[in-house]
Nanobody, 124 residues
């Protein structure tokens, strides 16, 4: 079993930055696919970014490309999401997700483990 705990959310003005962290415990997740998703009120949970396995390849939603950066520190069992040039439409609860064998990494139901989420609010 893997437990995920996110932190780093908050209130920021448009154009600002935040760095989210997700610490995994329970087992080593260095080979796991680690993803970030977000969910705004009244909307479905949507994919943001992913880092895949030990090789660390990354993939981003179009809305995140050029502004967000996902990284991982396997020694700390932690994955980060650096968010720059934030926009009001980035306002959502951001969730960390993980799983050992994921192909359809943009699909929420493909992940085995989820954190409780951290709120990000971007004011205009």
């Amino acid at each position: 079993q893997v437990q995920l705990v996110e932190s780093g959310g908050g209130l920021v003005q448009a154009g600002g930055s935040l760095r989210l962290s997700c610490v995994a415990s329970g087992r080593t997740t260095s080979s796991y696919v680690m993803g970030w998703f977000r969910q705004a009120p009244g909307k479905e949970r949507e994919f943001v970014a992913v880092t895949r396995g030990s090789g660390g390849s990354t993939y981003y939603a179009d809305s995140a490309k050029g502004r967000f950066s996902i990284s991982r520190d396997n020694a700390k069992n932690t994955v980060y999401l650096q968010m720059n040039s934030l926009k009001p439409e980035d306002t959502a609860v951001y969730y960390c997700a993980a799983g050992p064998l994921i192909i359809r990494f943009t699909t929420p139901t493909a992940y085995n483990y989820w954190g409780q989420g951290t709120q990000v609010t971007v004011s205009s």
